[in-house]
DNA sequence: TATTTTTGATTGATTTTGATTGATCTTTCG
DNA sequence: CGAAAGATCAATCAAAATCAATCAAAAATA
């Protein structure tokens, strides 16, 4: 078997499988074990993969590129600011759900070289987690022809087998009596059910939405952190007492 | 043989295998060592390979696009007569399972007006499914990045909810002895889960797969009713021994 | 026929491979 | 806790595979 050949499996397997053992690379591979951990090497010099005792893993997020992006972020709107804040919650390790909409789209390229794994129900999504090399799993379900978001029984049963360590999640209103709300029912079930499986949930909205409410409630405002860009001295009492806030300074 | 033919095999191989060992080569053209490694050298002066030790790869750029388009670009003309004679067997009501695959990509603007639900695990196939109006539900899972289809645990999780009416499932061998086989262990098991879910479980394979076969094994022959496009005298009886098989003529 | 191009065989140099060694890390169990 | 046992490791080496360079024969071309 050619290198090259070698090369591109025991990546396509990592990328699976996010740990790999060397013995697994032999079988996989009919080589022996020298040339693997000679291919482990020299994969490693080139940053695809970590090594580690017995086998290799993703390789871990650079820090460096962080700054970098934290320039181009100057000027923009509040859902990026949100976004990127968002984005940096999320550690190494971390196995999060990132639900449709436009503000955790933003989150994608600040996620770049986190060594995590993503599940979504957002279609949109889809594309911009690839393209930043991102372990992407997506729920099944029917596929909502408008927002080209995954709802209804067959999302929620395919969220049931995961669990998170944080969930970012977008809402078209909040308010301090009536929660978390979003106009579609199914897409609310949706959201609710992914928060209930994380360890941390948070929920992303720009000042507009707030004290708005729409039709369908996804949760009540102490089940999610809620993260946003501007809260006016009135209101803060109003919203702290119930839930944890984070403002993002501009 | 002719330069230009050689030129022709070797690119071919390669955009069919992603990686052709010299020896491969020297087989399938006839010709010494010394020609070949000449070619070689000459196709990677054009950028139209990149020599690795051993043999040769395809140029990175090229490598994402040819995974998919190029290989559909093989055959079309049989896969498109398979192709519309598979939609024609979806009736009404029905409720399908559409695999990841060129083939059953090609079934779609078939279906179009048919008052049927499609499930399937091809991201490619979405667009295409909505542009036709057709009620279309999603496997969740882990999106291979090559083929962009879903696969692992939440694949087929997914997919032990739903029961089809009929399911068409792409193979890129078919063996009368190994029976239908694929190189991903993986898409292999989804494709099976999804035969048995069916009532009527159907194959697609252009004739260039028959006697062929691929790692991984997704079922024995009689599990589908095999449609292909010309099956030469001499097999017919082994095959249809086996199993039921549809021949689409010109 | 003479000239150029292409081919296949041969050479020694280079690269890759698998086995082996003793060193280092993990786990097990007293 | 700490020592022994078991894995895993990096380093090394010889065998095997592959390579580039060369040259004469064969084929194509003038």
């Known amino acids: ?49 970590r090594r580690i005792h017995g086998g290799a893993t993703l390789p871990h997020q650079k820090r460096e590129e962080l700054s970098v992006l934290e320039k181009s972020a100057k000027h923009i709107e509040e ?13 190494h390790g971390d196995c999060i759900y990132l639900d449709a909409g436009t503000t955790t789209l933003e989150m994608i390229p600040h996620l770049r070289g986190k ?18 090399d991102i372990a992407t799993y997506l729920l099944g379900g029917l596929l909502k ?54 360890q941390k949930a948070y929920v992303l909205a720009d000042h507009s939405k707030l004290n708005e409410s729409a039709f369908a409630k996804i949760a009540d405002l102490h089940e999610a952190i809620l993260i946003t860009d501007q809260l006016d001295e009135e209101w803060q009492e109003l919203y702290k007492a119930k839930t944890a806030v984070e403002v993002v300074a501009k």
């Open 1 to 49: 078997m050619l290198t090259e050949e070698r090369h591109r499996i025991i990546l396509d397997l990592l990328a699976r499988k996010e740990v790999v053992k060397l013995q697994e690379l032999v079988e996989a591979t009919h080589s022996s074990e020298s040339t693997i951990r000679r291919d482990l090497t020299q994969l490693e010099k080139e940053k695809k993969l």
């Open 79 to 91: 859902k990026k600011r949100i976004a990127e804040y968002a984005a940096s919650l999320v550690e």
């Open 115 to 132: 060594d995590i794994v993503v599940v979504t129900n957002g279609m949109m999504h889809l594309e911009l987690l690839l393209e930043n």
């Open 145 to 198: 022809k408008k927002t080209k978001a995954l709802i209804g029984r067959g999302a929620l049963q395919s969220l049931q087998s995961y669990s998170f360590d944080k969930c970012f999640i977008g809402a078209n209103g909040v308010h301090y009596e009536y929660g978390y709300t979003t106009p579609d029912p199914e897409e609310a079930m949706v959201k609710h059910t992914a928060m209930r499986l994380a």
